[in-house]
């Protein structure tokens, strides 16, 4: 109820009287003021979007500390395996492999990552385009209006 009287006080229609509709400047206030209402419209979804994704502090503090906990088992374990098989000649071998794979596996992780923010960054570029072009084709109709008046 509070989003809808937030929303509602930026996307009010004006109401334009009769005597005043065919004036040229109203007309282009008023077109660029529904221009203005549907940015704020993408912005204030935009922003509902991303409120919602972002995780509270609190469960970010609890995840950090698991983590820490998982990486200090993990280390636990990785020493025992070094101390258990120090005299295994392959065993360092495996463990310079494994290695390896986990630093391509992170690299795989860190690039698809890259892979889905280039794909955002373009859908909002491609978006931003339309909306020029459509404004492109409303100047030049506006233009082509006021050229035959």
Known sequence: MKKKAYLS?????TAI??????????QQCNGQLKELQAEFQVAHQTLEKLKGEAAAPSELKREINQLE??????????????????NNPEFN????MT???????????????????ARHQ???????????????VDLSKTQQENTTA
């Open 9 to 13: 006080r930026f996307l009010v229609q």
């Open 17 to 26: 009287p009769p005597e005043l509709a065919m004036d040229e400047e109203l």
């Open 69 to 86: 906990q998982e990486k200090e088992q993990l280390l636990v374990k990785i020493n025992k395996l070094k101390n258990r098989n120090a």
């Open 93 to 96: 071998s495996l463990l310079e």
């Open 99 to 117: 290695s390896n794979l986990r630093k391509e596996q992170e690299e795989e992780a860190k690039l698809s990552e890259k892979m889905k923010d």
């Open 122 to 136: 373009l859908d909002w570029n491609e978006q931003q385009m339309m909306i020029t072009q459509q404004r492109l």
